[in-house]
């Protein structure tokens, strides 16, 4: 059998088409959010308040502080200097971001040539770079802006191994995927049992 035959047949099998969109999907979107938290996170430190009319007001600061860090005022390109420049992350974590980029773009682009081929192993790592990334931004954000401006009511109590957002939902989400039936159902049945009681 020629190979072409043999990805057809890879193709065709129901789990192999479920568990490929499922990694496809799960980068994809783990990718957007985190770039969006990048770029929300920093814009909304300059943030001076909302109106009706406008929505969130800035503060020209963000222009001089964060914008002006990118020649083409990129705001993902700048906030990732500006997490650099504040020691959050390094030149070689903007290297990775680059790279996790240009990853989500092949998805992206060559989704239905992933589906058919089937997602090649460098998948595993990138996916695990970028959790790492996040979470690494997630807890630089919690312990020097939330805690030291008191965005967070007893600072005291947070421990140098809290979990982050993305921890709890990358959890979440490969418990609930992971074809083991007892992970899968779990959060599930926990909230219809939640739901049950106080309802």
Not at 164 to 185: A, P, R, T, Y
Request: proline share 2%.
């Amino acid at each position: 059998m020629n190979e072409n035959f043999e990805k057809w047949i890879a193709f065709l099998k129901p789990e192999n088409l479920k568990d490929n969109l499922i990694c496809c999907s799960i980068y994809i979107a783990f990718f957007e959010t985190t770039k969006d938290y990048i770029v929300n996170q920093v814009r909304d430190f300059y943030s001076i308040g909302w109106s009706l009319e406008n929505g969130d007001l800035i503060s020209d600061d963000y222009k001089t502080y964060v914008l002006s860090k990118d020649k083409d005022k990129n705001p993902v390109k700048a906030s990732l200097i500006w997490f650099k420049e504040n020691n959050a992350i390094t030149d070689e974590d903007i290297l990775v971001y680059d790279e996790l980029r240009k990853y989500r773009n092949v998805i992206a682009h060559e989704m239905l040539e992933k589906l058919f081929d089937g997602i090649n192993k460098d998948y595993g790592e990138k996916l695990n770079q970028l959790v790492e990334l996040r979470i690494k931004l997630e807890r630089w954000w919690i312990f020097n802006i939330e805690m030291e401006t008191g965005m967070i009511e007893n600072p005291e109590n947070i421990k140098e191994d809290v979990i982050s957002n993305s921890q709890m939902i990358f959890k979440l989400i490969f418990d609930i995927v992971s074809g083991d039936e007892e992970k899968s159902n779990y959060y599930y049945n926990e909230f219809m049992k939640y739901k049950a009681k106080n309802s």
